[in-house]
């Protein structure tokens, strides 16, 4: 179910994903990482900080494009950072095709039609708890099923623009080409676990209409030799519409706001960042802001695990890249993106929107009256324990491991400073024996020798 | 199940700190998230209050399987008007905690807001005694 999974050859049971992982799901048990299904959103920390590549997640590879018969990539500006400005989209589109799909479509046509319903949406919002939560990342969206499932009611309820184009697109090529929907394969390209982790198993959409997703990481390198041998100019890939400079924007942060034209807004990347502000926004103290973009990679999308270049410089391609494409297009950021915005019959959220599930995961027990004891036993335990947070033991920290312990999946003496006292504890015990002991006959002449 | 925190006076680097830890010991129990909320927020405007205009105090959560009850006690200078403390907008706040963010006068309107039952009890120059119980049934 998840995408993310330990490479056990590689692991050292070295912690470091242990301590990053922001919602404390990963464990040494053995020598090994090992992952806690419930309290894993995908994020693809862990993934980044591992200093073994023992952290991977599964994503599709292009070989699954053979079960279709026609394939549609989905290009998202994530890719595009990871060139330079002056590639133009059409290029990559076309490197893209010669990998072997059928056709592209450019993810930042979706992000301006998205863009738009979230506008209206902002400006009609009216009654309801503020800020209003972006939709746009879903390990955010994991996170806050898992630690602030009161928060739910204040995400707004508006696809993904990959979901949006994936079910414009499957729509639309069954009809033009006389395809079964089985026959068409959708594929997001995808610089993050989450996206596969929701295709998988969708948790914001009723039901997915994309068949997968594929690394941008996986492609990077055929993509550039391919476009490295220079592409002719003419005939290249032309895409149903191309998405406009705020489209385009929505790959690093602050896009999908300015995009939508929200003044009083707030964006946050980076998962312990998000954190962080989802816990001030739980406690009322950003009831002021109408909205906020929230991510879980530093930078956007542009900072995803899967991204091949450093986030900086794709973030630096993609504002080279929108200044250019402002350029050629109209001043006034509606005109702009309404020119682009050319797909009949682009899908609406309501219909294919589902609302999110509460998971909460940190109940010690589905009984109160349990949980009650289980927490004072915790409490107990703790103070037993350092409280130095070292991760040795292979828990996070130690109220982690106090809690493990309480659940049965851990020993006191997993806690290498209580194992260290209890066999010195064990050793002045032996010598002080060893005193005690009264000698044999064999000894005692020895000793008179 | 009791727990208790004591609220450091005038300790900006501390504050919210009595707040978290009864947030994190509910969800630990399961209490439905909506309830956890209100529960964080009512003594959050608790503690602040004590910290900011009593010197400190106490922070007392009792809690049951059906509802938690909080109490936040301190032995400050008390409260000689009610009605106007209630009042939103209003504060006795000093500048410097005003400078900080703080003191925008809404504390006791929110947390009768927040809860189910609200009492106050305060006695000038003895002290204040919050109580606030919530129901653990989702809202």
Same mark, same amino acid.
């Given at each position: 179910?998840?995408?993310?999974y330990?490479?056990?050859?590689?692991?050292?049971?070295?912690?470091?994903?242990?301590?990053?992982?922001?919602?404390?799901?990963?464990?040494?048990?053995? &020598?090994?990482?090992?992952?806690?299904?419930?309290r894993?959103?995908?994020?693809?920390?862990?993934?980044?900080?591992?200093?073994?590549?023992?952290?991977?997640?599964?994503?599709?590879?292009?070989?699954?494009?053979?079960?279709?018969?026609?394939?549609?990539?989905?290009?998202?500006?994530?890719?595009?950072?990871q060139?330079?400005?002056?590639?133009?989209?059409?290029?990559?589109w076309?490197?893209?095709?010669?990998?072997?799909?059928?056709?592209?479509?450019?993810?930042?046509?979706?992000?301006?039609?998205?863009?738009?319903?979230?506008?209206?949406?902002?400006?009609?919002?009216? &009654?309801?708890?503020?800020?209003?939560?972006?939709?746009?990342?879903?390990?955010?969206?994991?996170?806050?099923?898992?630690?602030?499932?009161?928060?739910?009611?204040?995400?707004?309820?508006?696809?993904?623009?990959?979901?949006?184009?994936?079910?414009y697109?499957?729509?639309?090529?069954?009809?033009?080409?006389?395809?079964?929907?089985?026959?068409?394969?959708?594929?997001?390209?995808?610089?993050?676990?989450?996206?596969?982790?929701?295709?998988?198993?969708?948790?914001?959409?009723?039901?997915?209409?994309?068949?997968?997703?594929?690394?941008?990481?996986?492609?990077?390198?055929?993509?550039?030799?391919?476009?490295?041998?220079?592409?002719?100019e003419?005939?290249?890939?032309?895409?149903?519409?191309?998405?406009?400079?705020?489209?385009?924007?929505?790959?690093?942060?602050g896009?999908?706001?300015?995009?939508?034209?929200i003044?009083?807004?707030?964006?946050?990347? &980076?998962?312990?960042d998000?954190?962080?502000?989802?816990?001030?926004?739980?406690?009322?103290?950003?009831?002021?802001?109408?909205f906020?973009?929230?991510?879980?990679?530093?930078?956007?999308?542009?900072?995803?695990?899967?991204?091949?270049?450093?986030?900086?410089?794709?973030?630096?391609?993609?504002?080279?890249?929108?200044?250019?494409?402002?350029?050629q297009?109209?001043?006034?950021?509606?005109?702009?993106?309404?020119?682009?915005?050319?797909?009949?019959?682009?899908?609406?959220?309501?219909?294919?929107?589902?609302?999110?599930?509460?998971?909460?995961?940190?109940?010690?027990?589905?009984?109160?009256?349990?949980?009650?004891?289980?927490?004072?036993?915790?409490?107990?335990?703790?103070?037993?324990?350092?409280?130095?947070?070292?991760?040795?033991?292979?828990?996070?920290n130690?109220?982690?491991?106090a809690?493990?312990?309480?659940?049965?999946?851990?020993?006191e003496?997993?806690?290498?400073?209580?194992?260290?006292?209890?066999?010195?504890?064990?050793?002045r015990?032996?010598?002080?024996?060893?005193?005690?002991?009264?000698?044999?006959?064999?000894e005692?002449?020895?000793?008179?020798? | 199940?009791?727990?208790?925190?004591?609220?450091?006076?005038?300790?900006?680097?501390?504050?919210?700190? *009595?707040?978290?830890? @009864?947030?994190?010991?509910?969800?630990?129990?399961? @209490?439905?998230?909506?309830?956890?909320?209100? @529960? *964080?927020?009512?003594?959050?405007?608790?503690?602040?209050? *004590?910290?900011?205009? *009593?010197?400190?105090?106490?922070?007392?959560?009792?809690?049951?399987?059906?509802?938690?009850?909080?109490?936040?006690?301190?032995?400050?200078?008390?409260?000689?008007? @009610?009605?106007?403390?209630?009042?939103?907008g209003?504060?006795?706040a000093?500048?410097?905690?005003?400078?900080?963010?703080?003191?925008?006068?809404m504390?006791?309107?929110?947390?009768?807001?927040?809860?189910?039952?609200?009492?106050?009890?305060?006695?000038?120059n003895?002290?204040?005694?919050?109580?606030?119980?919530?129901?653990?049934?989702?809202?």
């Open positions: 179910m998840h995408s993310v330990v490479i056990r050859e590689a692991c050292n049971g070295c912690v470091a994903c242990v301590k990053y992982c922001p919602t404390e799901a990963i464990r040494v048990r053995n &020598g090994k990482a090992e992952i806690i299904a419930t894993c959103i995908d994020c693809g920390e862990c993934i980044r900080r591992c200093p073994t590549h023992a952290m991977t997640a599964t994503v599709d590879t292009l070989e699954a494009t053979q079960n279709y018969t026609y394939n549609v990539a989905l290009a998202a500006p994530s890719l595009y950072a060139f330079p400005a002056n590639v133009k989209r059409e290029v990559i076309q490197g893209l095709k010669l990998l072997g799909f059928d056709e592209i479509f450019d993810l930042s046509a979706a992000g301006d039609y998205i863009s738009q319903e979230i506008e209206s949406y902002v400006k009609s919002y009216v &009654g309801g708890r503020k800020p209003i939560i972006s939709s746009a990342c879903p390990a955010v969206l994991r996170l806050i099923q898992v630690k602030f499932p009161e928060l739910i009611q204040q995400v707004i309820p508006i696809l993904s623009p990959g979901e949006a184009a994936a079910i697109m499957k729509k639309k090529l069954c009809s033009k080409h006389n395809l079964s929907e089985g026959q068409v394969g959708v594929w997001f390209i995808t610089p993050c676990p989450a996206k596969g982790t929701n295709i998988r198993q969708s948790v914001d959409v009723k039901h997915t209409e994309l068949a997968g997703s594929i690394s941008e990481s996986s492609i990077y390198g055929e993509l550039i030799r391919i476009i490295h041998d220079a592409i002719p003419r005939n290249l890939t032309q895409t149903i519409t191309t998405g406009s400079s705020y489209g385009v924007g929505w790959g690093s942060n896009g999908e706001i300015t995009a939508a034209g003044e009083n807004a707030v964006s946050v990347q &980076g998962v312990s998000v954190f962080a502000v989802l816990e001030e926004i739980s406690m009322n103290k950003m009831n002021d802001v109408d906020v973009e929230l991510y879980s990679c530093g930078g956007g999308c542009v900072g995803g695990p899967f991204v091949a270049v450093n986030r900086f410089v794709g973030e630096k391609n993609l504002k080279l890249r929108i200044r250019n494409l402002k350029k297009e109209p001043v006034e950021r509606l005109e702009a993106m309404q020119g682009c915005m050319t797909c009949a019959g682009f899908p609406t959220s309501e219909e294919y929107v589902k609302s999110l599930q509460p998971r909460p995961m940190m109940q010690l027990d589905e009984d109160i009256n349990v949980a009650m004891e289980k927490l004072e036993k915790m409490d107990k335990v703790l103070n037993t324990l350092p409280g130095l947070d070292c991760g040795a033991c292979g828990a996070p130690c109220q982690c491991l809690e493990d312990i309480v659940q049965g999946k851990a020993f003496t997993d806690c290498i400073f209580i194992l260290r006292a209890r066999v010195k504890e064990f050793a015990g032996m010598i002080e024996l060893s005193t005690q002991i009264p000698l044999t006959g064999a005692e002449e020895a000793k008179e020798d | 199940m009791k727990l208790i925190y004591e609220v450091p006076g005038n300790d900006f680097d501390r504050a919210g700190e *009595a707040s978290a830890r @009864v947030k994190k010991a509910l969800q630990r129990l399961g @209490v439905p998230a909506d309830v956890v909320r209100r @529960v *964080a927020i009512g003594t959050y405007e608790g503690e602040m209050n *004590a910290l900011i205009h *009593a010197g400190g105090g106490i922070v007392q959560a009792d809690i049951n399987t059906e509802s938690t009850v909080i109490t936040v006690r301190d032995k400050g200078p008390g409260i000689a008007d @009610v009605k106007q403390a209630m009042q939103e209003f504060s006795t000093p500048d410097y905690v005003r400078a900080l963010g703080f003191g925008a006068g504390g006791l309107p929110n947390m009768i807001k927040c809860s189910d039952k609200f009492a106050i009890d305060t006695v000038i003895r002290g204040t005694k919050i109580t606030m119980s919530f129901e653990h049934k989702h809202s």
